[in-house]
């Protein structure tokens, strides 16, 4: 009897099966799930404190409460998976994050909402490693490529429908109904899973979890966030938290350097290319998830669009990764990395500064959208070449483990700009009820984004080098694009 744990025969599933169409399936589904959900979350903000009679740091906990969960353990998820099985653990996942998002959508207060999105995270980091792996781990190897191919597309397709089906559903039903609609879409993954994909996992897989990394870095997170999220009350703890989080990154740090099997390998740093890309990563996709954070609520709180409008506003960004992502990759491949991670995040930086006629009664043609226009450029122009760098700049049995440090790092970097923007720019607890004193706290916030898009291109500039990504191993160009999830596209996660 075969171990229902071992890789599928080889050479694997062919996509024009009807098994290799089910288990593309399957990964869309589950990764709809997840992005669905971030997409739309920040455009039910306002709906979500005014119901609950928040102030604004519960509306910071309620994004940065999954962003939390969701990178601390995400490279854990991972490697439960390689494992244990990477079709268990996905529907271990996806079953998780089904159980939250219910718990979200009947949260009767602030306090189990914001409990519930700490476990969301959680699901999403046991799924999100999951769903290329499973196409990694069963389809043929000569149809790989096609097969994320077609990921990627219906996963670009549901970042644009996100946003109007956000809106729609806070404007209708109401928000907990951007939460309850993943139980279906859960309902319908799980026994697609359980039917049709097989289980796979990774015999090289070997060593003990790194439980006391994990642990440390999800907690010097923590009260670093919290730290800087109640900084306006002053009190004693809010020191203490900053110096407990800090002193744990440092715990951390010589932890994982004394393990014989650590979850981020001090090693892989030596690499001068990939400590630079990711120095590039944490201030770009900090900007980044500032910006998402705010810009909805600055469209609904100052400008007066309905949530539906303020999320439909977004999508000339994502149209526009859609429709340049692919030709920006092929462009760094030509010129190298060091052009296009420095000019993208100078034209998102220019976005932002013409984010500052955003006001009251904004026109979205004059206003609001030549800066989505310039932002969405510049996106384009960064985020492909960025992933493909990371992945070329290490050994080719390295690129997942890369590609998730840099994912950890670009949710890392989200979650404490949403815990420090609004400290930054001078944002009062009910700033989000008054347009006044939000449309002056949203500028500051502006200027701060744009600062740190301009440090990150300067980064970019002075550290990143040839060769460009077309360079990497052969192998690793053949093998990447399945062995490494690629960034999500900016705001995804925070939106």
């Known amino acids: 009897m075969t171990d229902p ?39 039910a903000l306002p709906s979500i404190g005014r119901d609950l009679g928040a102030d604004l740091a519960v509306l910071q906990w309620t994004v940065n409460a999954y962003l939390l969960t969701l990178a601390g353990l995400i490279l854990v998820g991972g490697a439960l998976g390689d494992r244990f099985g990477r079709r268990r653990i996905f529907v271990l996942g996806v079953v998780w994050f089904a159980v939250a998002s219910l718990l979200c959508g009947i949260a009767p207060n602030a306090g189990i909402l914001i409990a519930a999105r700490a476990l969301q995270g959680i699901g999403g980091a046991l799924l999100t490693p999951g769903s290329l792996a499973l196409i990694q781990g069963s389809i043929h190897p000569g149809d790989r490529a096609r097969a994320v191919g077609l990921w990627s597309g219906f996963g670009g397709v549901g970042a644009a429908v996100g946003p109007f089906l956000g809106g729609w559903l806070v404007d209708g039903p109401g928000w907990r109904w951007v939460f309850l609609l993943n139980v279906p879409v859960a309902a319908l993954c799980v026994p697609i899973a359980l039917r049709h994909v097989p289980e796979s996992r990774d015999p090289a897989a070997h060593g003990r979890f ?32 900053a110096v407990g989080g800090v002193l744990l990154a440092g715990v951390f740090v010589a932890v994982e350097r004394r393990r014989a099997d650590p979850m981020v390998p001090p090693d892989i740093f030596s690499s001068r290319q990939f400590t630079a890309v990711n120095l590039v990563t944490l201030c770009v996709y900090a900007a980044f998830g ?43 491949e030509r010129i190298g990395p060091r052009i296009p991670l420095t000019v993208g995040p100078l034209l998102c930086a220019a976005g932002m500064l013409l984010m500052l006629r955003v006001g009251p009664q904004a ?39 890369a590609s998730g440090i840099n994912n950890a790092a670009a949710r890392a970097a989200g979650l404490l700009a949403v815990a420090a923007l609004p400290l930054l720019a001078g944002m009062g607890p009910d700033a989000y009820l008054s347009a006044g004193a939000f449309d002056a706290s949203f500028g500051r916030a502006m200027l701060w984004c744009a600062g740190v898009l301009v440090a990150g291109a300067a980064v970019a500039w002075a550290t990143v080098r040839s060769p460009a990504p077309g360079a990497c191993h052969p192998q690793c160009r053949t093998n990447c694009a399945v062995t490494a999830p690629p960034l999500e596209p900016p705001g995804a996660a925070e939106r």
Do not use: C, K
Request: net charge neutral.
């Open 5 to 43: 744990a071992s890789p599928p025969p080889s050479p694997g599933v062919r996509l024009g099966t009807a098994q290799g169409r089910w288990i593309v399936l399957t990964t869309v589904l589950g990764s709809a799930m997840a992005l669905l959900d971030s997409t739309v979350v920040n455009v």
């Open 210 to 241: 790194d439980v006391a990394g994990a642990v440390l870095g999800a907690a010097s997170l923590a009260l670093l966030t919290y730290a800087l999220i109640e900084a306006r009350s002053g009190a004693a703890l809010v020191v203490v938290s």
């Open 290 to 332: 500032g910006f998402f954070f705010l810009v909805v609520l600055q469209l609904q709180v100052v400008s007066g669009y309905s949530a539906l409008g303020a999320g439909a506003a977004l999508l000339p960004t994502t149209a526009l990764m859609l429709l340049l992502s692919a030709r920006s990759a092929q462009l760094g």
């Open 363 to 401: 026109s979205y043609v004059r206003d609001v959208l030549p800066a989505l226009l310039v932002m969405g450029s510049g996106m384009a122009a960064l985020v492909a070449p960025l992933t493909a760098t990371v992945l070329s700049s290490v050994d080719p049995g390295r690129a997942g483990l």
